[in-house]
């Protein structure tokens, strides 16, 4: 392995070490290591210019043993079968560890959205969820928004599903507006879930939420609502940042006006008024009580893992914290929530959503959030008690709790034929 591990080691590397912990023998490590389906499209697009661009598109359905696949679509020029791999595994656990009845999957498009106009961005998707049809479907695989997708993307994906079954199928994808089936709270929910599960750590670790420092990597669906909700929490945000750059003030941010800025067409947090700029390296080295990483995967590698100064991490991206950091930070007492529990939330009320689309019946904004809380208490204290139990890392214990279910479901299920 040279450099750093990539999203797909790492999540080997995952693997292996709760492998390890339950005793699970070789042939179940592989059954639960290789995607169930990995497919690679190519995605034809006429750009506006009279051009053809073909792009590469994926999808992979890692584990379907507790239920159908779940997973979010990522457009974005890095994205490879490798990675979406890595992040179908985690969705895996992830949906194990929160108990909710899903198998993992992700896919993804390597292309640059903001590139591209709003007509060309409806043909690209509508193109790749037609090469999709035969695989996705309420009951088979329902995708989500991710990096470099919306609601309106998930509105496209549903319609051209619609359409070519002939039918409207709102729970083919979840995160969509609300006109067409979407669920009151799911804009908020991984944010939400980020809040509810920074607080019950700090609070655990003897840090006072009402009195901590935070700094927010990433400043999109995830990371700007997550700053809000900690701010409404009580903590004080002093850094945030996006693909461009990062704005610090030791005296505190306002999320909400940050928001309003980028919602108005500021393409970037850059240039705030009243803030300082810092580059995103800068950021994650911040002295902080709380770093939440909230845009990509490896943004915290062997190289600067020594150099975090912040107490706690908790991930709202997923994979931000590569394999070969996890020990030194871990050697230097910075307590990582890991990104299948942290962010859980995203998952947890897209299952809510389909559910409500699944009986026609919708529930309240309240209704879900108390759901949420519940699950990721929930989810929180089991993972606290095994860490405790067993003395080994809150990355650990989730993965050993995820592990342990979909290898139970193999079991239980016997192998066909
Ligand atoms: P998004 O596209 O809405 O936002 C991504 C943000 O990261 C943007 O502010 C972008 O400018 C910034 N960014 C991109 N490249 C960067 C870089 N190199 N350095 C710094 N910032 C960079 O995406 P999102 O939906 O908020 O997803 C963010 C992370 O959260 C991803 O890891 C995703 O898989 C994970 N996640 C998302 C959800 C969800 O519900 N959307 C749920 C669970 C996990």
């Known amino acids: 392995m040279l450099g750093s591990p990539s999203a797909w080691d790492t999540a080997r590397i995952q693997l292996e070490n709760a492998v390890r912990h339950l005793g699970l023998d070789d042939g179940l490590h592989d059954?639960?290591?290789?995607?169930?389906?990995?497919?690679?499209?190519?995605?034809?697009?006429?750009?506006?210019?009279?051009?053809?661009?073909?792009?590469?598109?994926?999808?992979?359905?890692?584990?379907?043993?507790?239920?159908?696949?779940?997973?979010?679509?990522?457009?974005?020029?890095?994205?490879?079968?490798?990675?979406?791999?890595?992040?179908?595994?985690?969705?895996?656990w992830k949906c194990?560890?929160?108990?909710?009845?899903?198998g993992g999957a992700k896919g993804g498009i390597a292309v640059d959205p903001r590139l591209l106009s709003l007509s060309e961005r409806e043909r690209m998707t509508r193109r790749y969820a037609a090469e999709l049809v035969p695989l996705i479907g309420p009951e088979k695989d329902i995708p989500a928004p991710d990096v470099g997708t919306d609601e309106q993307t998930m509105a496209w994906i549903m319609d051209t599903y619609s359409t070519h079954t002939g039918y409207t199928a709102p729970g083919v994808v979840t995160g969509k507006p609300l006109s067409i089936g979407g669920s009151a709270g799911r804009a908020g929910a991984?944010?939400?879930?980020?809040?509810?599960?920074?607080?019950?750590?700090?609070?655990?670790?003897?840090?006072?939420?009402?009195?901590?420092?935070?700094?927010?990597?990433?400043?999109?669906?995830?990371?700007?609502?997550?700053?809000?909700?900690?701010?409404?929490?009580?903590?004080?945000?002093?850094?945030?940042?996006?693909?461009?750059?990062?704005?610090?003030?030791?005296?505190?941010?306002?999320?909400?006006?940050?928001?309003?800025?980028?919602?108005?067409?500021?393409?970037?947090?850059v240039g705030h008024p009243g803030t300082d700029t810092i580059t995103n390296a800068e950021l994650l080295e911040l002295d902080v009580d709380l770093l939440v990483?909230?845009?990509?995967?490896?943004?915290?590698?062997?190289?600067?893992?020594?150099?975090?100064?912040?107490?706690?991490?908790?991930?709202g991206a997923n994979g931000p914290i590569s394999a070969d950091a996890d020990p030194i930070l871990d050697g230097n007492g910075v307590v990582v929530v890991p990104d299948i529990l942290a962010n859980g939330g995203g998952v947890a009320v897209s299952y809510f959503e389909w559910v409500q689309d699944i009986q026609a019946y919708?529930?309240?904004?309240?209704?879900?959030?108390?759901?949420?809380?519940?699950?990721?208490?929930?989810?929180?204290?089991?993972?606290?008690a095994l860490a405790t139990e067993r003395g080994v890392s809150l990355r650990a214990a989730a993965h050993i709790i995820g592990v342990a279910r979909v290898a139970d479901a193999h079991r239980t299920r016997g192998l066909y034929p």
């Open 190 to 269: 991984t944010s939400r879930g980020v809040q509810l599960v920074a607080f019950a750590a700090l609070a655990e670790h003897g840090l006072d939420p009402y009195d901590v420092t935070v700094a927010v990597q990433g400043f999109g669906k995830v990371g700007a609502l997550a700053a809000q909700y900690l701010h409404d929490a009580g903590a004080r945000i002093v850094a945030v940042s996006d693909v461009k750059g990062g704005v610090y003030n030791p005296q505190g941010l306002n999320p909400a006006a940050l928001l309003r800025r980028v919602q108005r067409g500021g393409d970037t947090v």
């Open 362 to 384: 919708f529930w309240t904004e309240d209704q879900v959030n108390d759901r949420l809380c519940d699950i990721m208490k929930r989810a929180y204290g089991e993972v606290s």
């Open 96 to 102: 194990a560890l929160m108990g909710i009845p899903y």
């Open 293 to 315: 990483p909230a845009a990509l995967e490896g943004v915290i590698t062997a190289t600067n893992a020594d150099r975090i100064k912040a107490r706690m991490i908790v991930e």
């Open 31 to 92: 059954l639960l290591r290789m995607p169930r389906r990995a497919i690679t499209v190519s995605v034809p697009l006429m750009r506006d210019d009279g051009h053809l661009l073909v792009l590469s598109g994926y999808r992979v359905q890692h584990n379907l043993a507790r239920g159908p696949a779940k997973g979010g679509i990522r457009f974005h020029p890095s994205t490879d079968l490798d990675e979406v791999k890595a992040l179908a595994m985690w969705m895996t």
